[in-house]
């Protein structure tokens, strides 16, 4: 982290404003930081990257971006939606193990363990969310609902949007492998960017930013959705009730052949119980499936 020395200077008045009140926001980040040093849990006190390291040159020949700047910083508050209290933490989230073998700065660290501590944070809020969201789902069901909200696509597309990859410390050969879709550096600094906001801000702070990010994003039927879910849920009930096996009735077709709708109704026990459209059959069945199952009340129908 550079500390400021003097604030900038700009032509209008305006802008000479913006200037002074960055320089001074700037200013406040150092002192807070050096105030507070003492405060770090005691395992990363232990460390010398706390107290002694010393951001490399702006650009070394073999990464992919220079160090990052107290803008790069702000732009990752805003990205983030979390005021960050202490940067270092957040500078070792955003750090590949390729790019310390350039900067050689034997007291950096890769995000590594924090992404090891990221992926704990995430399970617990996660699946905290499920125990309370889906009071009716067996253990193994709620454990495939986790899969799909922390698979390494899920948080590397979450990543991908709020453009993590622009602060990524890593080197050149890494981002190119970055560049060709490769999902699993995203997703580790995303798990690792969790943890430093855990430290930085306690549990409260992680449970509001996964609960904003991945939470509130995830729709509560698009989640549970999946080849076989709905209908092996509503199948198992339907044969312990011995009400035979349930029936699905295509009703309705619309639209033209690329964009077809199906609708699809669902009859247990010789009884409609539930209808459901989409662009596939299986689709509609898994839907007409999910709409049993709540009409039966083995889930909880959505408060709209």
Do not use: C, W
């Not at 003492?38 to 020949?61: C, G, H, K, W």
């Not at 993590?164 to 960017?193: M, N, P, V």
């Not at 449970?207 to 509503?234: C, F, G, P, V, W």
Request: aromatic share 8%; glycine share 8%; charged share 25%.
């Amino acid at each position: 982290m550079n500390t400021p020395t003097e604030a900038p200077k700009s032509s209008s008045i305006i802008g000479r404003l913006k200037d002074r009140i960055n320089h001074y926001r700037e200013l406040g980040a150092v002192r807070r930081e050096r105030r507070f040093s003492d405060n770090f849990p005691a395992f990363l006190r232990r460390s010398p990257s706390i107290e002694q390291y010393t951001p490399p040159p702006p650009m070394v020949a073999g990464v992919a971006r220079g160090s990052l700047s107290a803008q790069d910083f702000t732009e990752l508050e805003q990205r983030l939606g979390y005021i960050i209290k202490f940067r270092l933490y957040f500078l070792q989230a955003l750090t590949h193990r390729s790019y310390l073998q350039f900067v050689q700065e034997p007291d950096m660290q890769s995000n590594e363990r924090l992404e090891f501590l990221g992926d704990a944070v995430l399970d617990l809020v996660i699946g905290e969310y499920l125990y309370r969201e889906f009071q009716n789902l067996a253990e193994g069901e709620l454990t495939k609902l986790r899969s799909r909200l922390v698979s390494g696509a899920a948080l590397a597309k979450h990543a991908a949007d709020i453009g993590l990859d622009h602060f990524l410390l890593l080197s050149t050969s890494a981002k190119h492998s970055l560049d060709r879709g490769s999902q699993t550096l995203l997703a580790d600094a995303y798990e690792a960017i969790i943890a430093a906001i855990y430290l930085d801000g306690g549990m409260d702070a992680a449970r509001d930013y996964i609960y904003r990010q991945i939470i509130t994003h995830a729709r509560r039927d698009e989640l549970m959705l999946s080849d076989t879910n709905y209908k092996s849920m509503l199948l198992e009930y339907a044969q312990s009730q011995k009400l035979g096996v349930p029936r699905y009735t295509t009703v309705g077709e619309e639209g033209p052949n690329h964009a077809r709708t199906f609708s699809v109704e669902v009859h247990v026990g010789g009884m409609v119980q539930g209808g459901g459209q989409g662009h596939s059959k299986k689709e509609a069945e898994q839907q007409a499936a999910l709409r049993a199952l709540e009409s039966l009340g083995l889930l909880d129908a959505p408060v709209v």
